[in-house]
Structure formats: structure tokens, C-alpha cells
């Protein structure tokens, strides 16, 4: 009996500990960019919530260009309120049209080329956001957007400075702007676009401040990343493409290749992190006519692609769906890098003839 006070204090202080530790795990969410692609992510997180319950109730989201969108959407919605988030952002992408995002210039294609920063106006795009995103976020968010100027990767966040709704929508103004798709936006007097110029997964921001919320221990961090890109570098005949199919498809190459040297910088800069399931195409993801199309049909595909990716990963268990991708990345970068030089030759080739032909149908009229 003597023993006995001695066995309840080990006791609770075992349990005390057990809760502390739960109370210090933290859930973080990366999302990558990839144009028109983000429905596949709101599948795949479809997926996520229904099959982890709480285990995906996620504390920090990095997102980047489409990834951003996602990110401030998810944010607009507390912690454990996640099956009604994940349902409104199912319904988000089905009734999500082009005409929200962008429009023509006045003078089409021709002015958007030679007098503006893109070849389409995003006006609608600010009106739209500020209808979807009208409060400050309620999780921890990071969006990523690149400096214009001197290329340089920004990340705005709401734990590091104020980001209400209106910082919200211009944050992610500027992380979707698609370089020469869409204009650059200017914050601070300092304009931005894509951050996927320079970082298309931003697993860095949602580790650093895991790492506030754990007191530094990463044993307690567990990170998802869902990708837009597929597992494999599927190789296309781009030799009717226009010019800007010719831009889109370097772009999405470089995509391809940072995510893959992110994917095995993370595993090398975070060892003790626990990287719990990546979610990636095991499809290839349909592609518009248009740059950022919308297409509702291929909306629908894009989620139900998404859902099912998110099940295989979560039925494979923890960390394995992550190790198979990193040991493909590694394989992949060992063979030598994607080279975009002959794409990039032809888009300029392409730009020079519609801006030519351009030049002579406005005469013409």
C-alpha cells in the first residue's frame, strides 16, 4: 500500500504528458500550385476529412497560386468545422466559372499582348474573392507570391502580420496571377505574381510555424502535401500548340521539377517531421482549351480523381504514400533534368506570330 500514492502520481503525471503532447501536435497542409487543376486538391481533401476524421483538422495551410485559393477558402473556416468546410469548397469548384476569375481586355488578345501586363483582365477575380473571403483567417495561413522585381519569394501570413479580408484577397490576388496570363498585383507599391515562379510547394512555412505550436519539437509535426502534379512527367506532342498552350506547358514543367527537388529537400531538411500521406495524381488531369478553363466536366473529374487518390494514400497507411514519392523524385532528379529550352523557343515563336497576325487584323478593321 505503501507504493500506492507513488503509483498514482507516476500515473498522472504519464497522463499529464500524454495530454501535453496532444495538445502540442500540429497538423499542417501544404497545397501546390497548378493552374485551373485546384479541384483536385478540394477532392483529395474531400477524401482526407472523411476518412481521417480529426486527424484532419489541420492547425497551419501553405498554399501557393491555385493552392492559395484553397488555402484562404479553408481558412475561412475553424478548426473542426471541416466536413462543412470541405463540402462549400466541393460546391465552390462546381459553380466555379472562368468569367468569375478573368475577362477579355476591351481589345482582346492583340491589347492584352502589346499595351497590358497579361493577356487577360482579372477584375472579376477581386469582386469574386471579396464575395468568398470576408473574414480574417481562422487558422494559421501561408500564401506565397514572387516579386516581380527582384524574384524574390514572399509569404503572407496571418501570424506574422495583419491579413484581414481585404489582405486576404490581395495576397491571393497575387499568388494566382500566372505570369503573362494574368496581371502582376501590387502590394505595398511592390507588385507580385505567381509564387509558383519560384516555389510552387511551400512546405518550409507550414514546418516553421508547426514548430511554434510543438515548442520546436518536429516528432509532433505531421505534414499532408497535395500535388497537382502527376507522378510521372507525362510527355505530350506539343507540336500544334499556340503560344500561350506553349506557356502553360513550360510552366507546368517547371513545376514538375521544383515540386519533385521540394519533395526530397523537405524529407532532407526535416528528417524527424512526420510527412503523413501525399496526395497525387494517379490520373492525368484533363487539360482546357484556355488557360485556367474551368471546365465543369473536367471539374467533376479533378474531384472525383482527388477523393479516390485520397483514399488509396490513407489506405496504404501513414508515411507510405509519402516515401513512394520521394523515392520516385529521387530517381527521377537522378536522371537529369526536364529541359524547357526548345518549349520556351517555340512560345516565343508562337508570341511573335500572333502578335504579328495581331498587327494585321487590327489594320485590317
Given at each position: 500500500m505503501r507504493y500506492l500514492p507513488s503509483a498514482i502520481f507516476i500515473i498522472l503525471a504519464a497522463l499529464a504528458l500524454s495530454s501535453d503532447a496532444?495538445?502540442?501536435k500540429c497538423l499542417g497542409l501544404v497545397l501546390q500550385g497548378g493552374g485551373d487543376k485546384g479541384a483536385y486538391q478540394a477532392g483529395a481533401l474531400l477524401g482526407l476529412v472523411n476518412g481521417l476524421g480529426s486527424e484532419a483538422q489541420y492547425d497551419v495551410i501553405s498554399g501557393v497560386s491555385i493552392g492559395a485559393v484553397n488555402a484562404a477558402f479553408i481558412s475561412q473556416f475553424a478548426k473542426g468545422d471541416?466536413?462543412?468546410?470541405?463540402?462549400?469548397?466541393?460546391?465552390f469548384w462546381l459553380n466555379l466559372q472562368s468569367s468569375d476569375i478573368y475577362e477579355p481586355w476591351f481589345g482582346g488578345i492583340v491589347q492584352g499582348l502589346l499595351l497590358e501586363p497579361s493577356i487577360y483582365n482579372t477584375a472579376p477575380s477581386k469582386k469574386f474573392f471579396e464575395s468568398i473571403f470576408t473574414q480574417s483567417p481562422k487558422r494559421f495561413i501561408s500564401v506565397?507570391?514572387?516579386?516581380?522585381?527582384?524574384?524574390?519569394?514572399?509569404?503572407?501570413?496571418n501570424f506574422e502580420a495583419n491579413l484581414g479580408p481585404k489582405e486576404l484577397v490581395q495576397a491571393v490576388m497575387a499568388s494566382f496571377a500566372s505570369p503573362g496570363i494574368f496581371p502582376y498585383v501590387t502590394i505595398d507599391g511592390i507588385p507580385y505574381f505567381d509564387g509558383g515562379a519560384?516555389?510552387?510547394?511551400?512546405v518550409g512555412s507550414a514546418v516553421s510555424k508547426c514548430r511554434e505550436i510543438t515548442g520546436g519539437v518536429d516528432e509532433n509535426i505531421h505534414i499532408d502535401i497535395i500535388f497537382?502534379?502527376?507522378?510521372?512527367?507525362?510527355?505530350?506532342?506539343?507540336?500544334?500548340?499556340?503560344?500561350?498552350?506553349?506557356?502553360?506547358?513550360?510552366?507546368?514543367?517547371?513545376?514538375?521539377?521544383?515540386?519533385?527537388?521540394?519533395?526530397?529537400?523537405?524529407?532532407?531538411?526535416?528528417?524527424?517531421?512526420?510527412?503523413?500521406?501525399?496526395?497525387q495524381p494517379s490520373k492525368t488531369l484533363p487539360d482546357s482549351i484556355l488557360p485556367m478553363g474551368f471546365n465543369s466536366e473536367h471539374i467533376k473529374k479533378m474531384i472525383e480523381y482527388g477523393t479516390d487518390d485520397a483514399k488509396d494514400a490513407i489506405k496504404k497507411g501513414p508515411k507510405t504514400s509519402f516515401q513512394e514519392a520521394a523515392d520516385e523524385a529521387k530517381q527521377l532528379l537522378s536522371k537529369g533534368r526536364i529541359n524547357n529550352d526548345e518549349l520556351m523557343a517555340q512560345y516565343m515563336s508562337e508570341l511573335e506570330k500572333v502578335i504579328r497576325e495581331g498587327w494585321i487584323d487590327q489594320a485590317s478593321k
Open positions: 496532444q495538445a502540442d471541416d466536413k462543412e468546410m470541405v463540402t462549400k469548397l466541393v460546391d506565397g507570391a514572387t516579386n516581380v522585381n527582384n524574384a524574390q519569394y514572399r509569404t503572407f501570413k519560384v516555389l510552387n510547394m511551400d497537382l502534379n502527376g507522378k510521372t512527367y507525362k510527355p505530350q506532342n506539343a507540336s500544334n500548340y499556340n503560344a500561350i498552350k506553349m506557356l502553360m506547358r513550360a510552366i507546368e514543367l517547371m513545376s514538375y521539377q521544383s515540386s519533385l527537388s521540394g519533395l526530397v529537400q523537405a524529407q532532407n531538411s526535416y528528417p524527424k517531421v512526420h510527412f503523413r500521406y501525399v496526395i
